[in-house]
């Protein structure tokens, strides 16, 4: 590369097949202890059900399974390896504590159906981080089942459904800016409503005009993000909150953003109705490649007799247990009650923060944005002048002209050792760079991310085929993905060598 | 605070930089009535050794250190010790969802895997990436059978597990998805004659579970014929993935909606767990849910990408396929890890282990008590039906530290005293026995009318 990087440095690392290919008959990872009761004929007990052939699961010892998924792993970028500014993710850093307390054998072995009176420690451990999260909120109930940030905001808009219903008429539809993420108007369809499009103004905010004209009594809710995906925060909030309840409709909050406002403000206090939290977000559990996440709804009390079922409460021996004869309730979202290894992480993170902590984690959070925005501002294409909170978008308007897209800045980020920002989201801005880049940064890693997205700059100008090469430092380049779409080949076969 | 990388001179310094005069005015954009001026009311800040003590405390409260019988949707098996060695690996576990495949081709290709070993186990032609547990994953399913057939209802056998029935009949009912039941017969299986009359030309699919919630196998080819015949898709689920090393998996379904749990992820009060959709290749494209797929590179390099992105939310927005955005990744890795480690051999041995161990159990536990559904295979549960309450019964087997069989009163009430036994590899003879001789005791006695009950089933 032109401009060597101080952040990274190429090395050797492994190559490792598909572990199919590694599998021969004989070898073997595992042990079961003796049998301490009569053996079986499984022909006898099961029929023509007895199964006879497990098909191409693989025979490997022990040292090759470790070897295999230890050199998978450093073909991956992580957080625990550098910054990782994906905006709207939130890519801080996962507390290695969290992870042992999980592991605890009575909140790893606990089973959900066991009698509540062998279950306080796991009700208790709802209990206190349901108070909290109402607390950070400003909210009145919650539930913590839903398993996910988009299965949250199902279970919000179930409950906005059964509100309405309660009140003699569902209504027909959800406003949703144009800027909001794409699981908001999924999730509107899966609950049987149509989805009106709500133009943003010219600083990226819901116009209120805009608003005030299109609510009416078949309007719902309005799904929105705050701050929202440019990173601003709607600051005419209140009024939002007027026009819709003025019309018998809720505010609905998408919570993707809450990493800039915990301790700083809270959406309950601004008018939000209903809203849901990602714990893999703002709470630190960590992504693990994908999930599992968690997606907490916190509501007002007019929400609160509709929450999912069971709840915890308070028995009347002090005791806590599962109420379930909750008749209003929209019903189950998950079996048993969500991903309750999730609730331990979050919670222990909240516990290691305390009030001051949380605070200063969103200071630092909208802090290291600005500074990020500052140092780029001019060397990308800033379409949006409004304050940023925790996160900035620039846009490739000024790169575009060399013929270097988004994308392209986002691979040739890779070969400076940093994990690309977010691609071509927000739809409201063409060619979008979306950057947040967490609490979890300090000022010298994220000047080296400065330094990288300048010297990028810089090659657009006066070499743009290397940025359209890149990357050119990883195992692989530039996959072809629409071949993979055209004709998929989504499992191993045997006897196709690649 | 012990997680933020910045001394108060860093942050002056940046301020600076910015031209900012303090914090405040970054936070100017929120209207000053609305910001908060105090401490939020939560616990103070905590070192970590009082973290580690608060939930260690939390953890003696829950049950350690009792024998379980409980199954039904979740259930503990061993889980060898290279999967948290191995999903603790930072590179696993603080990665993203693999969007910029160059810098995720670890988790890709362990996608990629996953999806060839539950494709080998469960007989289908292609497995999506995960989904959230096997409720939802069962919900999806019958919504994408709706979407392949362009039929509506769906018919479910009562013998799929309770929750799950109340998660689909959450998600069906602002879909304009109308629901239909199939009953059990009594040899608890799906009412083969009751079966086809209830399907209609609106039904999309049969939704059944092998091994039923009763731990019952289902005549899986028997039920298929029916529903084909009747131009109906048949979805199977399944809750209890080990028993996929001895019973036959469902080939003749169209969709298999699954829960993995039982593939080395901790029972952990009832999740995260990890459901999978697998179906058949021409259904592909109506299918939700992450899919890895095998590409090549520039170079001509074998490569691994997420494809069929066009089904999903973040491209089609309301016209997705469904809503859902994260999988299990690291969920999923567990279960990687867990079918590798046992494979081929491994995993029969393992069931077969199973179905001992709940045969010895079933054997034992008739010498005293009625167990039904005896007339059909059953896996690693089964049902054991006795004068007593079941839940006085498992009262008394408290005391012993011992967690009895879930009484199913609530769910099934036509079983009367009815409770759901579950035996896995980890259930010792001893504990069997013990538990058989303390519900023989009271099975001799006869009840004796009033007893303090604490209610397990929920």
């Known amino acids: ?498 | 605070m012990r997680y933020l990388p910045k001394s108060p001179a860093d942050r002056e310094a940046m301020l600076k930089a910015m031209g900012a005069r303090s914090i405040d005015e970054l936070f100017a954009p929120i209207p000053a009535e609305y910001r908060l001026n105090r401490d939020l009311k939560v616990p103070r800040q905590m070192a970590e050794s009082e973290i580690v003590d608060w939930f260690r405390q939390r953890s003696k409260e829950n049950g350690v250190e009792y024998t379980s019988f409980l199954g039904a949707g979740a259930y503990l098996h061993y889980r060898p010790v290279i999967i948290d060695s191995l999903i603790s690996r930072g590179e696993f576990l603080t990665a993203y969802t693999p969007y910029q495949a160059e810098i995720s081709q670890g988790t890709l290709q362990a996608i990629f895997e996953f999806q060839t070993m539950i494709c080998e186990l469960t007989g289908m032609e292609v497995a999506n990436a995960s989904m959230y547990d096997g409720s939802t994953a069962a919900a999806e399913a019958a919504m994408m059978a709706v979407r392949v057939t362009g039929r509506n209802s769906v018919l479910v056998a009562t013998s799929l597990h309770p929750e799950y029935r109340e998660v689909l009949a959450t998600y069906a009912h602002h879909q304009g998805m109308p629901l239909a039941t199939v009953g059990y017969t009594d040899v608890g299986r799906v009412n083969l004659k009751a079966l086809e009359p209830a399907i209609t030309p609106d039904t999309a699919c049969v939704l059944i579970q092998s091994p039923n919630f009763f731990g019952t196998v289902e005549d899986v080819a028997a039920i298929a014929e029916i529903a084909h015949r009747r131009g109906t898709m048949l979805v199977v689920s399944i809750a209890e993935a080990v028993s996929l090393g001895i019973v036959e998996p469902p080939r003749d379904a169209d969709i298999v909606a699954m829960e993995a749990q039982s593939f080395g992820v901790p029972v952990g009060f009832g999740g995260p767990y990890c459901g999978v959709i697998a179906t058949r290749e021409k259904f592909v494209r109506q299918m939700p849910g992450r899919l890895a797929g095998q590409t090549t590179d520039r170079n001509g390099k074998r490569g691994f990408v997420l494809t069929l992105a066009t089904r999903e939310q973040h491209i089609r927005r309301e016209k997705a396929t469904s809503n859902i955005c994260t999988n299990q990744a690291l969920v999923a890795l567990m279960v990687n890890i867990f079918m590798t480690v046992y494979g081929k051999v491994g995993l029969k041995e393992l069931a077969t282990q199973n179905l001992a161990k709940t045969a010895y159990a079933a054997d034992q536990f008739g010498k005293h008590a009625s167990v039904l559904f005896s007339g059909a295979p059953r896996f690693n549960e089964l049902v054991v039906r006795t004068s007593e309450d079941p839940y006085v019964i498992n009262s008394r087997l408290l005391g012993h530290k011992l967690v009895g069989g879930l009484p199913l009163k609530k769910f099934y009430p036509e079983l009367g005293n009815a409770a759901l036994w579950c035996c896995t590899e980890m259930t010792t003879r001893s504990a069997i026995d013990t538990a058989v001789g303390m519900l023989a005791e009271s099975e001799a006695e006869q009840p004796s009318g009033e007893h303090a009950v604490e209610e397990v089933a929920r």
Not at chain 1, 144 to 155: F, M, V
């Open chain 1, 1 to 498: 590369m032109k401009h060597p990087t101080p952040k990274a440095t190429r090395h050797v690392n492994q190559n490792e097949g598909l572990i199919f290919e590694k599998s021969s008959s004989g070898k073997a990872a595992w042990k079961l202890p003796p049998l301490d009761v009569p053996e079986v004929d499984t022909a006898k007990l099961l029929g023509v059900s007895e199964r006879k052939d497990l098909g191409h699961l693989p025979e490997v010892s022990e040292i090759e399974i470790i070897r295999h998924f230890t050199r998978l792993s450093t073909w991956n970028y992580a957080i625990d390896l550098g910054m990782y500014p994906l905006g709207s993710c939130t890519m801080k850093y996962n507390p290695r504590v969290n992870e042992v307390v999980v592991r605890l054998e009575g909140l790893a072995n606990g089973h959900p159906y066991q009698p509540e009176k062998i279950s306080q420690g796991a009700l208790r451990i709802m209990q206190t981080l349901s108070e909290c999260l109402i607390e950070i909120t400003g909210m009145d109930a919650i539930t913590l089942q839903p398993a996910a940030g988009a299965h949250g905001e199902l279970t919000g808009l179930l409950m906005v459904r059964a509100h309405h219903h309660a009140k003699g008429n569902p209504r027909k539809k959800i406003l949703i800016p144009d800027s909001a993420h794409g699981t908001n108007p999924a999730t509107a369809a899966m609950v049987g409503y149509s989805v009106e499009n709500l133009k943003s103004n010219e600083r990226g905010m819901v116009e209120v005009s805009a608003l005030e004209a299109q609510m009416n009594d078949e309007v719902a809710a309005l799904m929105l993000t705050n701050p929202n995906t440019l990173g601003v925060f709607e600051q005419e909030i209140h009024k939002i909150a007027q026009i819709m309840h003025a019309k018998g409709g809720l505010l609905y909050m998408d919570g993707a953003n809450m990493n800039a406002l915990v301790g700083k403000v809270r959406p309950g206090d601004f008018g939000v109705d209903v809203m849901h939290l990602n714990l893999h977000k703002t709470f630190s559990t960590p992504h693990g490649g994908g999930g599992p996440g968690s997606g907490p709804v916190a509501v007002k009390k007019a929400l609160e007799p509709f929450l999912p079922k069971p709840v915890v409460v308070q028995t009347a021996d002090g005791t806590l247990g599962f109420e379930y004869n909750r008749p209003q309730s929209v019903g189950r979202v998950r079996s048993f009650y969500g991903n309750f290894g999730m609730f331990v992480r979050a919670l222990a993170y909240i516990l290691a923060n305390g009030p001051d902590g949380l605070r200063q984690t969103t200071e630092d959070a909208v802090l290291n944005a600005n500074y990020i925005r500052k140092g780029l501002e001019g060397v990308y294409d800033l379409p949006y002048s409004t304050p940023s909170m925790h996160e900035v978008v620039f846009s490739d308007r000024l790169q575009a002209k060399n013929g270097v897209k988004t994308m392209d800045i986002a691979k040739r980020l890779i070969d400076y050792g940093f994990h690309p920002y977010t691609t071509a989201f927000p739809l409201i801005v063409p060619g979008a760079l979306m950057i947040e880049p967490t609490e979890s940064e300090d000022k010298a890693e994220m000047d080296l991310f400065i330094d990288a997205m300048k010297s990028i700059a810089q090659e657009v100008e006066e070499d743009p085929q290397t940025v359209l090469d890149a990357p050119h430092t990883t195992r692989v380049s530039r996959l072809d993905e629409t071949a993979a779409a055209r004709k998929p080949v989504l499992r191993w076969r045997p006897g196709v060598k690649a």
